[in-house]
């Protein structure tokens, strides 16, 4: 069981907006920042959002994330087929001399 | 452009010592600015952190691999290792090495290596 709880599951039609919750605890979420990867088929994650809310150089801005309190949400907007992948939510927790945990994911699928 | 290539024996047996090697190119391994991390994916499941290393050998492990785990640098290749013992078919996976920005609240890996899969099996 994964420290970062996420929905297993997501699904939109293209255009649409779509979000992925994220929801942990004070000792990860509520201490630090939050961190989104796109994992398409078969191949290796990709860095998607970090620090809640910033995006890499080449992430189009239909990408962006948010965090409040213990919780960090990540929004797709004008949902494309492309999209279609895996996504996981990560960030540093401060238990137990400090160690990175992630989410069990989210599949998207683009109906 | 930093890149990570993973290499190393794509089958290991039971209970014996998986170890692989993150080759970095692009840059150098010895900069201030990153620790280096290894995170596995077993088939068909979610990603989990193994642990990250600064290259003055500083380490972060995940607590629950920690008395199996080593991770190692080596600045003289641009290298980093890692090492786990008394391997299970639990250990099965996609092991990627990746690049992590590691300050404050901040952490997070950019870029990954392709990845390398593992079996254990005998």
């Known amino acids: 069981q994964s420290v970062l709880t996420q929905p297993p599951s997501a699904s939109g039609t293209p255009g649409q907006r779509v979000t992925i919750s994220c929801s942990g605890s004070?000792?990860?979420?509520?201490?630090?920042?939050v961190n989104w990867y796109q994992q398409l088929p078969g191949t290796a994650p990709k860095l998607l959002i970090y620090s809640n809310n910033q995006r890499p150089s080449g992430v189009p801005d239909r990408f962006s994330g948010s965090k409040s309190g213990t919780s960090a949400s990540l929004a797709i907007s004008g949902l494309q087929s492309e999209d279609e992948a895996d996504y996981y939510c990560?960030?540093?927790?401060?238990?137990?001399?400090?160690?990175?945990?992630f989410g069990g994911g989210t599949k998207l699928t683009v109906l | 452009q930093l890149q990570l290539q993973e290499s190393g024996p794509g089958l290991v047996k039971p209970s014996e010592t998986l170890s692989l090697t993150c080759t970095v190119s692009?840059?150098?391994?010895?900069?201030?600015?990153?620790?280096w991390g290894w995170i596995r994916q077993p088939p068909g499941k979610g990603l989990e952190w193994i642990g990250s290393?600064?290259?003055?050998?500083?380490?972060y492990y995940n607590p629950s691999l920690k008395s199996r785990v080593t991770i190692s640098v080596d600045t003289s290749k641009n290298q980093f290792s890692l090492k786990l013992s008394s391997v299970t078919a639990a250990d099965t996976a996609v092991y990627y090495c990746a690049s992590t920005i590691l300050t404050g609240p901040h952490n997070w890996f950019d870029p990954w290596g392709q990845g390398t899969l593992v079996t254990v099996s005998s």
């Open positions: 990560a960030a540093w927790d401060d238990s137990l001399n400090g160690h990175v945990v």
């Open positions: 004070s000792s990860n979420i509520g201490s630090n920042t």
């Open positions: 692009g840059g150098s391994i010895s900069s201030s600015s990153y620790y």
């Open positions: 290393i600064y290259y003055s050998g500083s380490t």
